[in-house]
């Protein structure tokens, strides 16, 4: 078990209507990485929060946004829902500000979303 | 465009059996190189991971990888499947230089067969 924890563990909802998903951080962890894992396909990276700010950013719209914390745990929010916004939505958290840059990142096991 | 190939959507072995699952990746430099495995509901746990140095790298559960530069590969291996490494095994590039913003492949599926 890694520390990082998800709510919810699934969620539905209707297309255009929005939704947050939670992440809490292992301990010590100051990095959070969102990733989209849709039905058979490897997650795809989303964005990178790192102290409170967001520090990187995949190809997606900006309809997918995020928060982080004082206490690094983080939110996505993803507005105006489409059906193939359904996927499994992981975050990983890490320590960043290692020399070479961070040290192994931790994933949580998931908020499976369906939009219907 | 950058990517990570894994060419094998499905593997079946027997139990015993030894394991190579591939992967091949498309970038100009050496990137950080690492192979998760994912559980049916589960998060994705770390096997191993290569950034420079002895491209023989050794990970958790008996697996290990083997970094060929000339090929752009990073196949994992295990000389005897258990039933328990039933999964989904996924190959990923790191091209942020270390700041783990993952590219993944899209996965492997063993299956073992007693």
């Known amino acids: 078990e890694t520390g990082v924890t998800q709510s919810p563990t699934h969620l539905i909802k209707t297309r255009g209507q929005q939704v947050t998903l939670r992440c809490s951080s292992q301990?010590?962890?100051?990095?959070v990485s969102w990733y989209q894992q849709a039905l058979g396909q490897g997650p795809q990276f989303i964005f990178q929060?790192?102290?409170?700010?967001?520090?990187g950013r995949g190809n997606f719209p900006p309809r997918f946004s995020g928060l982080q914390f004082p206490n690094y745990s983080s939110e996505l929010n993803v507005n105006a829902l489409e059906l193939d916004d359904s996927a499994l939505y992981l975050c990983?958290?890490?320590?960043?500000?290692?020399?070479?840059?961070?040290?192994?990142?931790?994933f949580g096991p998931g908020t499976r979303l369906t939009v219907l | 465009a950058q990517s990570v190939t894994q060419p094998d959507i499905h593997i079946t072995v027997s139990e015993g059996a030894s394991l190579e699952l591939r992967c091949n990746y498309s970038?100009?430099?050496?990137?950080?190189l690492f192979w998760y495995v994912q559980s049916p509901g589960q998060g994705l746990q770390l096997l191993l991971k290569?950034?420079?140095?002895?491209?023989l790298v050794q990970g958790i559960k008996g697996f290990e990888a083997e970094f060929k530069r000339s090929q752009s590969s990073f196949n994992l291996r295990k000389p005897s499947v258990h039933w328990s490494d039933a999964a989904e095994y996924f190959c990923?590039?790191?091209?942020?230089?270390?700041?783990?913003?993952?590219?993944f492949g899209a996965g492997t599926r063993l299956a073992v067969h007693p």
């Open positions: 929060y790192y102290r409170e700010e967001e520090n």
């Open positions: 301990s010590g962890h100051n990095t």
């Open positions: 990983a958290s890490s320590l960043m500000g290692l020399p070479g840059g961070t040290d192994t990142q931790y």
């Open positions: 970038y100009g430099a050496t990137p950080y």
């Open positions: 990923a590039v790191d091209l942020s230089g270390g700041y783990n913003k993952l590219i």
């Open positions: 290569y950034f420079s140095g002895d491209t």
